[in-house]
């Protein structure tokens, strides 16, 4: 894998891409070698972007080689999440098929490898609670803020 750290509105983010797309977001900067690389320079354009308000769907090729296959199929739903909107625990529960699954949707969430792109931050508690994300709360809560502003800016042009 190629890594590389950047700077964000929530914090500095390490990136890892290897021969087949993004792998890895992670909070915080990590302690791997950094790499100059391109699909790390267009991830890290992209997120860039998306912070900026200027992007609304990553185009990245992603590379997940982890999860069961529960897991997997809740990765799969946070990306058909609109933009700006949210889904709870148990309503992506009942869309992968286990309505009582709520629990378990949050530890797949937890567990998402590529946070933001892959957008587990759009999945809030019952009554859109904020609970859980990786990053923090105030990181989810910054997170969604933006995407509602950008939402509604783009309504009203």
């Given amino acids: ?41 267009d991830a890290a354009e992209q997120l860039k972007a998306y912070f900026a308000g200027e992007l609304q769907e990553f185009t990245l090729p992603l590379s997940v080689r982890t999860g069961s296959t529960f897991e997997r199929a809740v990765w799969q739903q946070l990306t058909r999440i609109p933009y700006g909107e949210m889904q709870t625990y148990g309503e992506v529960a ?28 759009r999945v809030v508690g019952a009554g859109g609670k904020m609970v859980g994300f990786g990053g923090g709360i105030p990181a989810k809560r910054h997170l969604l803020e933006l995407e509602a502003r950008i939402s509604l800016e783009t309504m009203w042009t």
């Fill in 1 to 41: 894998m190629r890594w590389t750290v950047i700077d964000s509105p929530i914090g500095d983010l390490t990136l890892a891409v290897d021969e087949t797309g993004l792998c890895r977001l992670n909070f915080g900067a990590t302690e791997h070698p950094l790499a100059a690389d391109p699909l790390l320079t």
């Fill in 94 to 121: 009942k869309i992968v098929g286990d309505a009582g699954a709520a629990r378990a949707v949050g530890t797949a969430c937890n567990r998402n490898p590529i946070a933001i792109v892959v957008p587990c931050h």
